[in-house]
């Protein structure tokens, strides 16, 4: 079992509606969450950091972590084509020298 | 501020050539990774190292090498470079074991 799981996608949807991205995991030892988002031919950049069961508002974005389901999701509000990226969930332990990735899904925000 | 400075963006190589990746990171961090992106295999890791002078495998270092003489670099070699080799190379740093990556840009090579 892959220590975490997440739909490649692609998923498109129309602009201004909420998109809804979700990672799951393995180890109930993780205890940290990021979201990277990756533009066409660029670096993943790190777009949101959590480390605590609920949610974590930044702007349009929301990461929400479920840690007894080891479920973790981001929202996004009132979608741009801008938003049109590739976004990665990655997991860790505190203390831990590397952080586990997921594949990423492709979203397409379509205007 | 620069950040994660990788050299070059593109590449093509003949099978057999060899190669250095470059990477650059001008915060101070401690931690680096390289890691190669394959389309729908997600990241990858490939060697990473927590400060000058110590390195370590990832998951696929088979064909690679790196070496990490100063805290600002760390080269990425491939050796006898072979097509299972095309992808998307990506250098990462970070300040401590508790914060996230920043990417440095990539560089896209082709083994033909």
């Known amino acids: 079992q892959k220590e975490v799981e997440q739909d490649p996608g692609p998923l498109s949807v129309p602009e201004g509606a909420i998109v809804s991205l979700n990672c799951t995991y393995s180890?109930?030892?993780?205890?940290?969450f990021m979201w990277y988002r990756q533009y066409s031919r660029k670096g993943p950049e790190l777009l949101m950091y959590?480390?605590?069961?609920g949610n974590k508002e930044d702007g349009r974005f929301t990461a929400q972590v479920d840690k007894s389901s080891k479920y973790i999701s981001l929202f996004i509000r009132d979608s741009q084509p801008s938003d049109s990226a590739t976004y990665l969930c990655?997991?860790?332990?505190?203390?831990?020298?590397?952080?586990?990735f997921g594949t990423g899904t492709r979203l397409t925000i379509i205007p | 501020n620069a950040g994660v400075t990788q050299t070059p963006k593109f590449r093509i190589l003949k099978i057999g050539q060899s190669m250095t990746l470059q990477c650059t990171q001008d915060?101070?961090?401690?931690?680096m990774y390289w890691y190669r992106q394959d389309p729908g295999m997600g990241l990858k890791l490939i060697y990473y190292?927590?400060?000058?002078?110590?390195?370590d495998k990832g998951e696929v270092p088979n064909g690679y090498n790196v070496s990490r003489s100063t805290t600002e670099d760390f080269p990425l070699r491939l050796e006898l470079a072979a097509p299972s080799q095309t992808s998307v190379y990506f250098c990462?740093?970070?300040?401590?074991?508790?914060?996230?990556?920043?990417f440095g840009s990539g560089t896209r090579l082709t083994v033909v």
């Open positions: 915060m101070n961090h401690n931690y």
């Open positions: 959590t480390y605590s069961s």
């Open positions: 190292s927590v400060g000058a002078g110590i390195t």
């Open positions: 990462a740093s970070r300040r401590d074991r508790d914060y996230g990556y920043t």
């Open positions: 180890n109930s030892a993780f205890q940290y």
């Open positions: 990655s997991i860790s332990n505190f203390g831990n020298e590397k952080l586990t």
